[in-house]
């Protein structure tokens, strides 16, 4: 089993800055994929951003020039970098992960989430 948990999330005024980060464990030879997704009230999950294994990373347009991904293959880990913040950024964000491990003594490619946290951006 690969795990993935985030930390980072907190209140924050609009025009704030926060910084989520999401760390993946277990027996994990390589990570295809790390993203970060949200989910308001009322809302379906979205993607806010992502990252590739080939260096590509992608951004959702609500976000694009506010929000930066970044990745850290050697620990395995993910950071956003959350700037600009708006009242609509508020949501719960998740850590997401395609990961290739060894599962039962054979070699396996699963996606895998985080419990996710909370951001809430207010006055």
């Known amino acids: 089993q690969v795990q993935l948990v985030e930390s980072g999330g907190d209140l924050v005024q609009p025009g704030g800055s926060l910084t989520l980060s999401c760390a993946a464990s277990?027996?994990?030879?390589?990570?295809?994929?790390m993203a970060w997704y949200r989910q308001a009230p009322g809302k379906q999950r979205e993607l806010v951003a992502i990252?590739?294994?080939?260096?590509?990373?992608k951004y959702g347009d609500s976000v694009k020039g506010r929000f930066t991904i970044s990745r850290d293959d050697a620990k395995n880990t993910v950071t956003l970098q959350m700037n600009s913040l708006k009242p609509e950024d508020t949501a719960v964000y998740f850590c997401?992960?395609?990961?290739?491990?060894?599962?039962?003594?054979?070699?396996?490619?699963?996606?895998?989430w985080g419990q996710g946290t909370q951001v809430t951006v207010s006055s």
């Open positions: 990252a590739f294994n080939i260096g590509l990373t």
């Open positions: 277990g027996s994990i030879f390589s990570i295809s994929s």
């Open positions: 997401n992960a395609w990961v290739n491990s060894r599962i039962r003594g054979e070699d396996s490619v699963n996606q895998y």
